[in-house]
């Protein structure tokens, strides 16, 4: 299984789509002021890069599937 994420610049990406911070992070449910924080280099948690992937570069994300989740 692939379980690499893609490196993105989400100011570049947000820049390029032409929308304002509070647009484009509140579509993953981020505030403007952490997606401020990311895009100023703090570490994006997984689920939110995974988000990202998915909304804007139309990633497909996987179902959760509990029985592949370890002990």
């Known amino acids: 299984m692939n ?3 893609p490196q993105v610049d989400p100011r570049q990406l947000r820049r390029q789509l ?3 911070q509070s647009e484009f ?3 993953i449910d981020v505030t403007q002021s952490g997606g401020s924080r ?3 280099g703090r570490p994006m948690p ?3 890069r995974r988000l990202l992937g998915a909304v804007y570069l139309k990633e497909t994300v996987k179902p959760f599937d509990p029985e592949q989740v370890k002990p």
């Open 3 to 5: 379980t690499k994420l």
């Open 18 to 20: 032409g929308m304002n």
């Open 46 to 48: 997984k689920p939110v």
């Open 25 to 27: 992070w509140s579509r």
């Open 38 to 40: 990311y895009e100023s």
